[in-house]
T-cell receptor
Framework: GESVGLHLPTLSVQEGDNSIINCAYS??????FIWYKQESGKGPQFIIDIRSNMDKRQGQRVTVLLNKTVKHLSLQIAATQPGDSAVYFC????????????FGRGTSLIVHP | KAGVTQTPRYLIKTRGQQVTLSCSPI?????VSWYQQTPGQGLQFLFEYFSETQRNKGNFPGRFSGRQFSNSRSEMNVSTLELGDSALYLCASSATGSTGELFFGEGSRLTVL
């Protein structure tokens, strides 16, 4: 069936490094992708999104890259800070469907000071 | 603007009991979605309500039900609880439900003994 998954369950980085979190999706009809951050004890929080007519979008310290050819999504965090430690989820949805996002399994980012 | 509020935050039930969880969305948001989050399955979509109508439904048994009131507040109910229902239940709201940007509450942590 269709699925959204992540390549690495845990990513450990040093403070100040750049982090890259990867995500693979298999639904070719997906045209809207979102990254969420979930800190311990809290609900997921929207970080950034990208539509399929784009291949890159930048926010504050974050960049999302979309490669539709290989159905791959990545989240880059520049100058990672301890406050970035959290679980990161990618999600995909389709404007031709219900827009209900399907979430990946999550990657735990650990930032060492 | 107040965020999404979920009550109760924590609860413990025994097998066979039923439970009702409540969610107050962000003011003005008409779409409320519910997700079950477990370590093994990640974030699984339960159902979405919009203007008091169930608009989308995930792949969960009929023991899981929900409703939405005229003020957009939503409740979900799980009957005949099973051990496997232990999870974090997350509610998310959005203005129209037509994008993947969801605003999540902090969740209700259900433990079934």
């Amino acid at each position: 069936g269709e699925s959204v998954g992540l390549h690495l369950p845990t990513l450990s980085v040093q403070e100040g490094d750049n982090s890259i979190i990867n995500c693979a999706y298999s639904n070719s009809a997906s045209d809207y992708f979102i990254w969420y951050k979930q800190e311990s004890g809290k609900g997921p929080q929207f970080i950034i999104d990208i539509r399929s007519n784009m291949d890159k979008r930048q926010g504050q310290r974050v960049t999302v890259l979309l490669n539709k050819t290989v159905k791959h999504l990545s989240l880059q965090i520049a100058a990672t800070q301890p406050g970035d430690s959290a679980v990161y989820f990618c999600a995909e949805s389709s404007s031709g469907g219900s827009y209900i996002p399907t979430f990946g399994r999550g990657t735990s980012l650990i930032v060492h000071p | 603007k107040a965020g999404v509020t979920q009550t109760p935050r924590y609860l413990i039930k025994t097998r066979g009991q039923q439970v009702t969880l409540s969610c107050s969305p962000i003011s003005g948001h008409r779409s409320v979605s519910w997700y079950q989050q477990t370590p093994g399955q990640g974030l699984q979509f339960l159902f979405e309500y919009f203007s008091e109508t169930q608009r989308n439904k995930g792949n969960f048994p009929g023991r899981f039900s929900g409703r939405q009131f005229s003020n957009s507040r939503s409740e979900m109910n799980v009957s005949t609880l099973e051990l496997g229902d232990s999870a974090l239940y997350l509610c998310a709201s959005s203005a129209t439900g037509s994008t993947g940007e969801l605003f999540f509450g902090e969740g209700s942590r259900l433990t079934v003994l």
